[in-house]
Nanobody, 124 residues
């Protein structure tokens, strides 16, 4: 079992920055690829970013590429999402997730464990 707890959400003005953190329980954090997803009001949950087990490979949705950066610290069992140049369209609940499966890292169905989510609100 892996438990994930997100933090770092909040209210920020357009153009501002936030850093989300997701801390995982357990001793095998490095065995999981980690992803960030978000769900805006009235919309389906969508892929935002992901990072491979070692951190050597990162993946981004086109909508956040160049603005968001995903990273991980396996010694701290934590994955981060640095969000810069935030836009009102980035307003959503952000979830981190852990996948034990190789491949399909953009697909929410490969993720075994999910956090409870953290709200990010970007005002115009």
């Amino acid at each position: 079992q892996v438990q994930l707890v997100e933090s770092g959400g909040g209210l920020v003005q357009a153009g501002g920055s936030l850093r989300l953190s997701c801390e995982a329980s357990g001793r095998i954090f490095s065995s999981y690829g980690m992803g960030w997803f978000r769900r805006a009001p009235g919309k389906k949950r969508e892929f935002v970013a992901a990072i491979s087990r070692s951190g050597g490979n990162t993946y981004y949705a086109d909508s956040v590429k160049g603005r968001f950066t995903v990273s991980r610290d396996n010694a701290k069992n934590t994955v981060y999402l640095q969000m810069n140049s935030l836009k009102p369209d980035d307003t959503a609940v952000y979830y981190c997730a852990a996948s034990a499966v190789l491949g399909g890292i953009r697909d929410e169905y490969v993720y075994n464990y999910w956090g409870q989510g953290t709200q990010v609100t970007v005002s115009s």
